[in-house]
């Protein structure tokens, strides 16, 4: 596929991977990606009681959602500061 590509300041291409899915299973809710996102994106919410596995603690009742994903300019940062590899980013398709 031909994938949608910006440029840098230089003029170099530079192909934005945006924010696909976050596995809300191994988020920890630590807020690290929250804390690097440079927009609207990401929020941290509470975990819903019949998500809680037996082996959570009270550190993961709060869970990071994907609440405006059309927010993203795929710059990539939730997913490297992840400490769970929560994210799956992916470029977009010319057009879509
Ligand atoms: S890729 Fe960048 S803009 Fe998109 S959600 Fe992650 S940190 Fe935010
Ligand atoms: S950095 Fe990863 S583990 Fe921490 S809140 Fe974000 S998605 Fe969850």
């Known amino acids: ?3 949608y590509t910006a440029l840098t300041r230089g003029g170099s291409p530079w192909t ?3 924010v696909v899915s976050l596995n809300q299973k ?5 807020g690290r ?4 996102c440079p ?5 941290l ?3 819903d009681e019949e998500d809680m596995d037996e082996d959570m603690d009270e550190d993961q009742m709060s869970v990071m959602t994907i609440k405006n994903a059309m927010d993203c300019i795929g710059c990539g940062a939730c997913g490297r500061v ?9 470029a977009m398709p010319v057009g879509a």
């Open 1 to 3: 596929m031909d994938a």
């Open 45 to 47: 919410e509470d975990r």
């Open 39 to 43: 927009r609207d994106v990401l929020s």
């Open 82 to 90: 992840c400490p769970k590899n929560c994210y799956t980013h992916s």
């Open 16 to 18: 934005p991977e945006f």
């Open 33 to 36: 990606c929250y804390k690097v």
């Open 26 to 30: 191994t988020c920890i809710g630590c």
